[in-house]
C-alpha cells in the first residue's frame, strides 16, 4: 500500500508527488482508495490507458521522451466526506478545487484550471435515471 497502511481510507483527497520532476497530481477518491490506486497503476502499466487521466499521460510522456519510469510518492491530504443527497453538496469535490487554488506553487501542479470548474460527478448515483430496481 503506497499510503503506509492506509489503502482502506474512504473518501479523501489525495497527492501525488512525482520524486523524478517535482511535479505534484492531487485527487480525490471516493470510497477505499485502494480502487483509485488500482485504476492509476493500471494507466501507467498499459499504453491503451495512458490518456485516461492527466497524471497518467505525464507518467508516460516521462517514460516516452525521457526514458525513465518515475518514482510517485502518495499521501493523503484530507479525509472528507463525498457527495450527500441531504445536503446536495460535495465536500470531496469542493476540497480538492481548495487545494489546487492553495497550491503554492502552481507551475509544480500537473492539474488543469478547468478542474475548478467541472461538474461533482460524484452525485450522479443519485439521479433517478440511476436508479436500479431490487425487482
Same mark, same amino acid.
Request: aromatic share 12%; proline share 2%.
Given at each position: 500500500c503506497p499510503?503506509?497502511?492506509? @489503502?482502506?481510507?474512504e473518501?479523501? *483527497?489525495?497527492k501525488?508527488?512525482?520524486s523524478?520532476s517535482?511535479k505534484? +497530481?492531487?485527487?480525490?477518491? &471516493?470510497?477505499?482508495?485502494?480502487?483509485?490506486y #488500482?485504476?492509476?497503476t493500471k $494507466?501507467?502499466?498499459?499504453?491503451?490507458?495512458?490518456?485516461?487521466?492527466?497524471? $497518467?499521460?505525464?507518467?508516460w510522456?516521462?517514460k516516452?521522451i525521457h526514458? &525513465?519510469? =518515475?518514482t510517485?510518492v502518495? %499521501? !493523503?491530504?484530507?479525509i *472528507? =466526506? $463525498?457527495?450527500?443527497?441531504v %445536503?446536495k /453538496?460535495c465536500?470531496? @469535490?469542493? +476540497?480538492?478545487k481548495?487545494? !489546487? *487554488?492553495?497550491?503554492?506553487?502552481?507551475?509544480?501542479?500537473l #492539474? /488543469?484550471?478547468?478542474?475548478? !470548474? $467541472?461538474? @461533482?460527478r460524484?452525485a450522479? /448515483?443519485?439521479?433517478?435515471?440511476?436508479? /436500479?430496481?431490487?425487482?
Open positions: 499510503l503506509n497502511g492506509q @489503502c482502506q481510507v473518501d479523501i *483527497v489525495y501525488y508527488v512525482v523524478t517535482t505534484v +497530481y492531487l485527487g480525490t477518491a &471516493e470510497g477505499d482508495f485502494k480502487k483509485r #488500482n485504476n492509476h $494507466s501507467f502499466k498499459h499504453e491503451r490507458y495512458a490518456n485516461e487521466t492527466t497524471l $497518467s499521460k505525464f507518467v510522456e516521462m516516452e526514458n &525513465e519510469n =518515475p510517485l502518495w %499521501s !493523503i491530504v484530507k *472528507v =466526506p $463525498s457527495y450527500s443527497n %445536503s /453538496k465536500l470531496l @469535490c469542493l +476540497y480538492e481548495l487545494e !489546487i *487554488v492553495n497550491f503554492e506553487r502552481q507551475d509544480l501542479l #492539474n /488543469k484550471r478547468s478542474e475548478l !470548474i $467541472s461538474k @461533482c460524484h450522479n /448515483k443519485y439521479l433517478l435515471r440511476n436508479y /436500479k430496481s431490487k425487482d
